[in-house]
């Protein structure tokens, strides 16, 4: 949630030569919907249902994929992902997500309407809702990193 999961993920695609692939630009081209249209008309429950079938449409062997924050949380994603490919939970602090997310509302369904002190809290929230779902992933990193750059380097090292 606020990471920078597409930023990152974008770098260490062209660094494997793999493709990108972005669940929710997935679901918005299946749908032909925005996501906020998605939430909008029909639901959270309704969407989460599209996210995980976009999901196990994805050839993992060939692509880097970036996930929306939510997304392992439902539909036993997590467990799919894990068997299927390497994942990843970029952990951030509290105050890192706040300062990311606080001026990219508009497009973010679930916080477009709340104050600074309201998305605060729903950061907060979020994150003690999710960690636990979070930390099964197979590779944790901690963020911020000054350098993107060197963060896929050094952290991915292995797969290069």
Same mark, same amino acid.
């Given at each position: 949630?606020? %990471? ?49 079938? %976009? ?19 439902? $539909? ?5 992902? $894990?068997?299927?490919?390497?994942? %990843? ?38 994150? $003690? ?22 963060? %896929? $380097? ?7």
């Amino acid at each position: 949630m606020g %990471v920078g999961k597409t930023t990152i993920g974008r770098r260490l695609a062209r660094k494997l030569n793999m493709k990108f692939v972005d669940t929710d630009k997935l679901i918005i081209q299946k749908t032909g919907e925005t996501i906020d249209a998605i939430f909008k008309n029909r639901g959270e429950e309704s969407f989460r249902k599209i996210e995980a079938d %976009v999901l196990r449409s994805i050839d993992f062997a060939s692509a880097v994929i970036a996930t929306g924050g939510g997304l392992p949380c439902y $539909n036993n994603n997590m467990e799919y992902m $894990n068997q299927h490919g390497l994942t %990843v939970y970029l952990y951030a602090e509290k105050s890192f997500i706040f300062h990311r997310l606080k001026n990219a509302k508009k497009v973010r369904p679930l916080i477009k309407e709340l104050s600074q002190e309201q998305l605060k809290t729903f950061i907060e929230e979020k994150l $003690n809702e999710r960690h636990p779902i979070y930390k099964q992933s197979k590779l944790q990193l901690n963020l911020p990193i000054d350098n993107l750059e060197s963060l %896929v $380097n050094r952290e991915f090292a292995a797969l290069l």
